[in-house]
Antibody, heavy 120, light 110 residues
Framework: EVQLLESGGGLVQPGGSLRLSCAASGFTFSTYAMSWVRQAPGKGLEWVSGISGSGDTTYYADSVKGRFTISRDNTKNTLYLQINSLRAEDTAVYYC?????????????WGQGTLVTVSS | QTVVTQEPSFSVSPGGTVTLTCGLSSGSVSTSYYPSWYQQTPGQAPRALIYTTNSRSSGVPDRFSGSILGSKAALTITGAQADDESDYYCLLYMGSGFWVFGGGTKLTVL
């Protein structure tokens, strides 16, 4: 059974940093691309970033480019999202998702999300 | 910047059929955008329904189907049930590894 478990969310001040983690199990992690998708309170889904199965190719939405860094450790079956220079508009539930392919594809399985709140 | 458009809301009667659409602020949606569809109920993670235009995800009943209708991607639900009441999101591939979600459609079954 595919399982994705996010952690690392919390309350952070504007300008602060946070690292989100996503522990994956139930599939061969290195053979799937992964994505982060966020959802602001009461709003729709926003694709944020993606990474290939090998980790050598990364993609970012324009809204987070330069502030967010996606990475993965295939030896630990874990996906990461480093978030810097946080803004109020980054407040959201952040979902980790497994993509259908090795490079980039639409997500199929999703975690339950971790809430990031940016506030002073 | 291209915006992915969806109807903000839609309603369907129990047992009825509804078609939700996913378009572009500029241009037409084709299979090259690899349209996919997700269902989300409040407080829950999204659930994958359809990928690459018309392929159903594992466990999704055949009441859900995807297609291209004219210049838009479409999700059709036949024999609507009460538990189909959810938010539905489409996702399009914009190339170079970038994906964009539509704003979502809130479906009411009444």
């Amino acid at each position: 059974e595919v399982q994705l478990l996010e952690s690392g969310g919390g309350l952070v001040q504007p300008g602060g940093s946070l690292r989100l983690s996503c522990a994956a199990s139930g599939f061969t992690f290195s053979t799937y691309a992964m994505s982060w998708v966020r959802q602001a309170p009461g709003k729709g889904l926003e694709w944020v970033s993606g990474i290939s199965g090998s980790g050598d190719t990364t993609y970012y939405a324009d809204s987070v480019k330069g502030r967010f860094t996606i990475s993965r450790d295939n030896t630990k079956n874990t996906l990461y999202l480093q978030i810097n220079s946080l803004r109020a508009e980054d407040t959201a539930v952040y979902y980790c998702a497994r993509d259908r392919g090795r490079v980039t594809a639409a997500p199929d399985y999703w975690g339950q999300g971790t809430l990031v709140t940016v506030s002073s | 910047q291209t915006v992915v458009t969806q109807e903000p809301s839609f309603s369907v009667s129990p047992g009825g059929t509804v078609t939700l659409t996913c378009g572009l602020s500029s241009g037409s949606v084709s299979t090259s955008y690899y349209p996919s569809w997700y269902q989300q109920t409040p407080g829950q993670a999204p659930r994958a329904l359809i990928y690459t235009t018309n392929s159903r995800s594992s466990g999704v009943p055949d009441r859900f189907s995807g297609s291209i209708l004219g210049s838009k991607a479409a999700l059709t639900i036949t024999g609507a049930q009460a538990d189909d009441e959810s938010d539905y999101y489409c996702l399009l591939y914009m190339g170079s590894g970038f994906w964009v979600f539509g704003g979502g459609t809130k479906l009411t079954v009444l």
